[in-house]
């Protein structure tokens, strides 16, 4: 029986762990360099969102923090709902990043929802970096309830 073991200082152990993060870094900066504005997080789109429904609604909550509701943009159109905003770029005179994860720039990302909403009557409210939609659905998507008569 063989057993290895890596010390941590061991010259492959660190070229592999140099090698994931050379890798990391490049694979971060990919979304960004193909015009999508903020990085792929866990290799989902940006931003991710929840998406779950009541009778009369359709519910989505998305987390942004540090973005303001002037940096937003939101519109529904049939069954699909649009959030794009911009997350600006902070500069910073004399210093020089060691890591930057934190993504810049303008994102959009639409859902295609299983039933139209009614446009007139959503809601948006964003409140300590958590953006609630509130999607109704359109008066042809709701149940209804039928009134049973008896034959005579």
Avoid at 74 to 89: A, F, K, M
Avoid at 119 to 144: F, I, M, S, Y
């Amino acid at each position: 029986m063989s057993a290895r073991t890596y010390q941590r200082f061991h010259p492959l152990q660190q070229l592999r762990e140099e090698m994931d993060r050379l890798v990391n870094e490049f694979a971060g900066a990919l979304p960004r360099a193909a015009g999508y504005g903020l990085p792929l997080v866990g290799g989902q789109p940006f931003p991710a969102v929840n998406v779950w429904a009541s009778d009369d609604a359709i519910y989505a909550e998305t987390e942004l923090p540090g973005l303001r509701q002037s940096d937003l943009d939101i519109s529904v159109l049939g069954n699909e709902v649009t959030i794009t905003g911009q997350r600006p770029d902070i500069e910073q005179q004399g210093v020089k990043y060691h890591r930057r994860e934190r993504g810049v720039g303008s994102f959009s990302r639409t859902i295609r929802l299983p039933v139209e909403i009614d446009p007139q009557r959503v809601e948006a409210t964003l409140r300590d970096g958590v953006l609630t939609l509130k999607l109704p659905k359109a008066e042809a998507n709701r149940p209804r309830k039928i009134k049973v008569t008896t034959g005579n």
